[in-house]
């Protein structure tokens, strides 16, 4: 069975642009959460849902925004870039919210310049 | 808000010794969970530890949950190149949403 997959692998953008990630979870899970990897540091938590519905949000501005689709893949969408905002992007897909294992993709590299 | 910190940042040692990496809080935790991450790639689950004094053994990892629930680590024996990466400890919260700490970066040279 295919594992989470993720596109595109890598982007370059400019400061102040609009970028869209995406993230095709396993089949059968049901859950998708995002994570945001800056150089040197852990994933920080940046969105969860569930069967479609928003179920947690982290730390992050409203220029971050997600939405997954019926068929379960998600987008994450992020505006008015920053250079801050260059990491690497993380999706992990698990059954549910339970104590279910996350898989996670490889990975989105963002380069904002 | 409940942090993890981990011990070293940066670990560098040579094909075939031991090394051990720590993971802290200043709270109790119920569960936590260790990662390992490659390079071009996504966490990958290694263990969860859920009992105070727990002990995991996972090949030549060895994972220890400490008895007072605030406190892992995870020692690796014999240590291969293959076992490079990025160590992540990690809580797992209220509806499966993931805390990580900032990871331990072990290069294992041949």
């Known amino acids: 069975d295919a594992g989470v997959t993720q596109s595109p692998t890598h982007l370059i953008k400019t400061r102040g642009q609009q970028v869209t990630l995406r993230c095709s979870p396993i089949s059968g899970h049901k859950s998708v959460s995002w994570y945001q990897q800056v150089l040197g540091q852990g994933p920080q938590f940046i969105f969860q849902y569930y069967e479609k519905e928003e179920r947690g949000r982290g730390n992050f501005p409203d220029r971050f925004s997600a939405r997954q689709f019926p068929n379960y893949s998600s987008e994450l969408n992020v505006n008015a870039l920053l250079l801050g905002d260059s990491a690497l992007y993380l999706c992990?897909?698990?059954?549910?919210?339970?104590?279910?294992?996350?898989?996670f993709g490889p990975g989105t590299r963002l380069t904002v310049t | 808000t409940q942090l993890l910190e981990q011990s070293p940042q940066f670990l560098s040692i040579q094909e075939g010794e031991n090394l051990t990496v720590y993971c802290n809080s200043s709270s109790v935790f119920s569960s936590l969970q260790w990662y390992r991450q490659e390079p071009g790639e996504g966490p990958v689950l290694l263990v969860t530890?859920?009992?105070?004094?727990e002990v995991k053994k996972l090949k030549r990892l060895t994972f220890q949950f400490g008895d007072a629930r605030k406190d892992s680590s995870l020692h690796i024996t014999a240590a291969q190149p293959g076992d490079t990466g990025l160590y992540l400890c990690?809580?797992?919260?209220?509806?499966?949403?993931?805390?990580f700490g900032g990871g331990t970066r072990v290069l294992v040279k041949p």
């Open positions: 990690a809580l797992r919260t209220a509806g499966n949403k993931l805390t």
């Open positions: 530890v859920v009992t105070g004094g």
């Open positions: 992990a897909s698990s059954l549910g919210l339970g104590s279910y294992e996350q898989y």
